[in-house]
């Protein structure tokens, strides 16, 4: 595969009642797109169905996760969602309730364009 990254960002998202990994991983996914928009596809002409998407979400009990329904949740490419262990989950000592949170890393690939381009 000679597809080549050329995006990277990070995000955060939590729970904060109800111990839910999957919203936490919503948020974390949603706060991480919301930093970048992608302007190569309009000023290029490449569809955006060209672009893999690869998100990896951590959270410290992965198999809680649906990646197949966060990788849907993703609005353009080809995504694919994988889960690890990671982020946190940290108790409240006055109620112990613990608060969920998971961190987000999401890359955008596109196949190698340098055929298209030439240094003028």
Do not use: C
């Not at 998100?55 to 992965?62: F, S």
């Not at 809680?64 to 940290?90: E, F, H, I, S």
Request: charged content about 20%.
């Amino acid at each position: 595969m000679n597809d080549q990254r050329f995006i990277i960002e990070m995000g955060m998202g939590n729970d904060l009642h109800g111990m839910d990994y999957q919203k936490a991983a919503i948020r974390a996914i949603e706060d991480a797109i919301r930093h970048s928009t992608l302007p190569i596809f309009a000023a290029t002409g490449i569809p955006h169905t060209d672009m893999r998407v690869a998100v990896t979400i951590g959270v410290q009990e992965p198999d809680k996760l649906d990646t197949d329904a966060l990788a849907a949740r993703l609005p353009r490419g080809r995504a694919t969602v994988t889960a690890v262990r990671g982020g946190q989950n940290v108790t409240n000592p006055d109620t112990g309730e613990t608060l969920v949170i998971a961190t987000a890393a999401v890359e955008a690939f596109l196949p190698d364009q340098s055929a298209r381009w030439r240094a003028g």
